[in-house]
């Protein structure tokens, strides 16, 4: 990768930031956890919406989401704090001694939370026109900038990254992690609008004009002499609702707030910080996108996704998510579980995929560990029909390891044809845990267990377009939203692995064409559940009763 990395900043910057067995990508010496970024900003001065505790109104089973006739709910506050409330909300507050930190239903890497959620919008009931920042330590919303009602209705979701919250801890790598984390964000946000019968699609917004719309290139509030690189936010992406009654956001975004009144300050972040990262603020630069421009999204044509057998309630699922910390090296994953992981991180106009950009340049490499029926050793899933036809290429020429690669489903009758999964090579089980370990950082959590895998992205757009390193990172952020998500419905837990040793991963698999690069690592298995931790309810100032809706 390295001499097409010259001509691209973006290329050279992942090369840069690349994990070695002889050395890390370039981070801080040291971490003052009593001066860790906080991960909840707010806009003192603003008024303040606070949100209804109304998700539990609209349960129905998780196996529901998937479903084509699935009951839709109208937006109104009601609906819409359900539905920031599953996607962006804090779950659960944990405590160990004196320690207290929150859980919330997005993903992140390390807790640190970058990003933050924006709500803009026109006619919901109950919600004055205008834009808002979503607070979720207090499930309410800050009007940032209210303009009159024109009549229109309409509702969109814009997300921005702190990410200052990510480099305090993972240095040069954290640009990487912060948009994995946008890419779990809109899964989040699209697995709860599935629950309310809704769907969220992108818009192609410049960076310049997403970043003007959430007001965060105004000098007056953002002034230099006080918020550096540590304080600015990052506008990432914007994603419109469809839902009964509402249409799409106008034409016109950029001009819609011309007339409104903006209200509050920004609180600060990290008044002390100790470390600066140019190289981050660099690759945020090359990959903005620069212009509107329209693109289809075909999704391959793969059978209907058959709805989960389990009766466990979507919000449940979706609040009782968590990041394994550690698994179980005696437990096993039934098979039928394991190809209904593998089939929900097909691409699919389902949740999480309706939230999907750019068409799916994503495959797995899985290290299958503890399968039931299936032989430990390496798998490849391609995903789509077009990476499938690619495979040939992908692996080093003169390399026998995978001469003897096969589709799993023409020796397992058990197994989806669509599937395409390959068995590459049989290993042997400590052969296997040896490999996964040391390749995802040396993590316990990667061999104990039932399986890992690598997201293997297809870097062949990013030269000439540098939004597409986002949006590949966000897609690798989408599967790990679908495995997290299965994973609980099935009985185990996932986590997602950002550590990960980038080119002895390729090694590992005789991958030599640097068109295909690592990005993200993820591990199912059996979670050993530390009970010292104690778990509190995510809002014990709000009692959800006193907020009644309507029934779905």
């Keep these: 990768m390295s001499d097409v990395a010259q001509n691209s900043p973006l290329l050279a910057y992942h090369a840069r930031t690349k994990h070695r067995f002889e050395a890390f990508a370039e981070g801080p010496g040291q971490l003052d956890w009593d001066a860790q970024p906080d991960p909840f900003r707010r806009y003192p001065g603003a008024p303040r919406l606070e949100l209804p505790l109304s998700a539990d109104h609209f349960e129905r089973p998780y196996g529901a989401l998937t479903s084509a006739d699935r009951p839709t709910v109208a937006p109104d506050l009601n609906s819409l704090g359900a539905l920031l409330e599953l996607s962006f909300g804090i779950s659960a507050w944990k405590s160990w001694g004196p320690n207290r930190w929150a859980l919330r239903c997005n993903p992140s890497s390390g807790n640190l939370h970058p990003v933050e959620a924006y709500v803009l919008g026109a006619g919901l009931p109950g919600l004055p026109d205008g834009l808002h920042h979503y607070d979720p330590k207090d499930h309410l919303l800050e009007g940032r900038a209210l303009r009159p009602a024109d009549g229109t209705r309409w509702l969109a979701i814009g997300l921005s990254s702190v990410m200052w919250r990510e480099a305090w801890k993972y240095g040069e790598r954290a640009f990487r992690y912060c948009q994995l984390d946008v890419g779990h964000a809109m899964g989040a946000l699209a697995y709860a609008a599935a629950l309310l019968g809704w769907s969220i699609t992108p818009l192609r917004v410049p960076g310049n004009t997403l970043t003007s719309l959430l007001g965060l290139d105004r000098p007056d509030d953002f002034p230099p002499s006080r918020f550096a690189f540590t304080e600015t936010e990052e506008a990432e992406i914007l994603l419109y609702v469809q839902a009964p009654g509402l249409a799409q956001p106008p034409a016109e975004l950029d001009a819609w707030l011309a007339d409104a009144v903006w209200q509050g300050m920004p609180s600060q972040v990290d008044p002390a910080p100790g470390y600066r990262w140019p190289v981050i603020g660099q690759a945020a630069t090359a990959s903005r996108m620069l212009r509107s421009t329209d693109k289809n999204l075909d999704f391959p044509d793969y059978p209907a996704l058959p709805a989960h057998p389990s009766r466990s309630g979507a919000a449940q699922i979706i609040r009782q998510r968590r990041s394994g910390q550690r698994f179980d090296p005696k437990a096993s994953l039934d098979k039928a579980a394991f190809y209904r992981l593998l089939d929900a991180t097909l691409p699919r106009p389902l949740a999480p995929f309706f939230a999907q950009e750019a068409v799916p340049a994503i495959l797995l490499l899985l290290f299958v560990l503890r399968v039931d029926g299936l032989p430990s ?87 000439e377009d540098g939004y597409a390193y986002r949006q590949l990172l966000r897609e690798a952020g989408l599967i790990g939203q679908a495995l997290y998500l299965e994973a609980e419905a099935a009985g185990v837990r996932g986590t997602g692995i950002g550590c990960f040793f980038d080119d002895p991963v390729h090694q590992a698999f005789a991958i030599n064409n640097p068109r295909w690069q690592s990005v993200y690592h993820f591990t199912v298995g059996t979670p050993v559940v530390d009970e010292r931790i104690e778990t509190g309810p995510p809002y014990p100032h709000r009692n959800p009763a006193h907020h009644p809706a309507e029934n779905p």
């Design 377 to 463: 050793g390496l798998y490849c899933l391609p995903r789509t029909p077009e990476a499938a036809a690619a495979l040939p290429g992908l692996f080093a020429d003169g390399d026998d390891r995978f001469a003897g690669q096969a589709l799993v489903a023409d020796s397992d009758p058990d197994c989806p044809a669509h599937l395409g999964l390959r068995l590459l090579a049989p290993l042997g089980l400590q052969e296997m845990q040896r490999l996964a370990r040391a390749l995802s950082c040396h993590q316990d959590i990667a061999s104990t267990s039932a399986f890992s895998l690598g997201m293997l992205g297809d870097f062949s757009g990013v030269a």
